[in-house]
Nanobody, 123 residues
Framework: VQLQAFGGGLVLAGGSLRLSCAAS????????MAWFRQAPGKEREFVST????????SYAESVKGRFTIFRDNAKNTVYLQMHSLKPEDTAVYYC?????????????????WGQGTEVTVSS
């Protein structure tokens, strides 16, 4: 599967953004999807994951209550709605995919990665 993430940009602290990740192929619904982020000089970190049907999700503590992950299997797209953005949310955001069950949260558990979309939150 090929993934393309978009929707990043520059936003003021407290603002909102919606990221999208479009997947190629006809088996999107067989993939667990996730968002990770990587700030300058830091390791890539988990943000959120969603199971194949969209019925179950998991979030990093740092974004819980502010970010929402959801998917539209008919459109082969996963989204990350971000509210109450903080300067510490500034990073390149990556979508990732793996064919498995469950809600993986580690970089090494994912087989496919998008190219990343940059989010900058200014104070």
């Amino acid at each position: 599967v090929q993934l393309q993430a978009f929707g990043g940009g520059l936003v003021l602290a407290g603002g909102s953004l919606r990221l999208s990740c479009a997947a190629s192929g006809r088996t999107f619904s067989s993939y667990v999807m996730a968002w990770f982020r990587q700030a300058p000089g830091k390791e890539r970190e988990f943000v959120s994951t969603i199971n194949r049907s969209g019925s179950s999700t998991s979030y990093a503590e740092s974004v819980k209550g502010r970010f929402t992950i959801f998917r539209d299997n008919a459109k082969n797209t996963v989204y990350l709605q971000m509210h109450s953005l903080k300067p510490e949310d500034t990073a390149v955001y990556y979508c990732a995919a793996v064919q498995r069950v469950g809600l993986p949260r580690n970089v090494y558990e994912f087989d496919y990665w998008g190219q990343g979309t940059e989010v900058t939150v200014s104070s």
